[in-house]
């Protein structure tokens, strides 16, 4: 069964901090993405690789910025957090098939910017 | 761009009522379909998808969906619910034939009760 672990579940953090959200999958899947999950607003993509070393922006990149130096692990950064980007955060990967494949999300990692 | 919209925002149900939930989409050209479920404490999974032929889909748990080209709307449904079908519903969609972003609608949150 395909395993996507984020490293927190829970996290704290003040404005203006760095912020790093880890994630890693286990079956060896091409792609991986960011999402943020707000109630009434759904989920919206903020990042996503198709690749090692690629990266491409979603509906909501502003703010954020990710890193992919392994296949496994796809990290997303908040280079100054802001108190507007407290949301519950879920990473997701899926097999680079052309889509046909569905995505495995993780537990999530719920961030309060205080 | 495309995008998804789900009406049912909260949705209410007595044991053993049938379950219809809405889902339109915007997009011109052909899309690829999914619904995704959130059992409470649990991570987004995979429900059904629809990319060609017949256009009424079966998932897991008994439910169905029927995509309706003509009203790019593809609707989830279920003749009986049962109280463990309690969860968040996500409808998403993704152009046909890449691995390109999946979107989001907002969800419709389903309280079943006994």
């Known amino acids: 069964d395909v395993k996507v672990t984020q490293s927190s579940r829970y996290l704290v953090k003040r404005t203006g901090e760095k912020v790093f959200l880890e994630c890693v999958q286990d079956m060896d899947h091409e792609n991986m993405f960011w999402y943020r999950q707000d109630p009434g607003l759904g989920l919206r993509l903020i990042y996503f690789s198709y690749d090692v070393k690629m990266k491409e922006k979603g509906d909501i990149p502003e703010g954020y910025s990710v890193s992919r130096e392994k296949k496994e692990r796809f990290s997303l950064i908040l280079e100054s957090a802001s108190t507007n980007q407290t949301s519950m955060y879920l990473c997701?990967?899926?097999?680079?098939?052309?889509?046909?494949?569905?995505?495995?999300f993780g537990n999530g990692t719920r961030l309060t910017v205080t | 761009a495309q995008s998804v919209s789900q009406h049912n925002h909260h949705v209410i149900l007595s044991e053993a009522a049938s379950l219809e939930l809405g889902c339109n989409y915007s997009y011109g050209g052909t899309v690829n379909l999914f619904w995704y479920v959130q059992y409470p404490g649990q991570h987004l999974q995979l429900l059904l998808k629809y990319f060609s032929g017949d256009p009424l889909v079966k998932g897991i748990k008994g439910f169905e969906a029927e995509f309706i080209k003509s009203k790019f709307s593809f609707n989830l449904r279920k003749p009986s619910v049962q109280w463990s079908d309690t969860a968040e519903y996500f409808c998403?969609?993704?152009?046909?034939?890449?691995?390109?972003?999946?979107?989001f609608g907002t969800g419709t949150r389903l309280q079943v009760t006994l």
């Open positions: 998403a969609v993704k152009r046909a034939g890449t691995a390109s972003k999946l979107t």
């Open positions: 997701a990967s899926s097999l680079g098939d052309r889509g046909h494949s569905p995505l495995h």
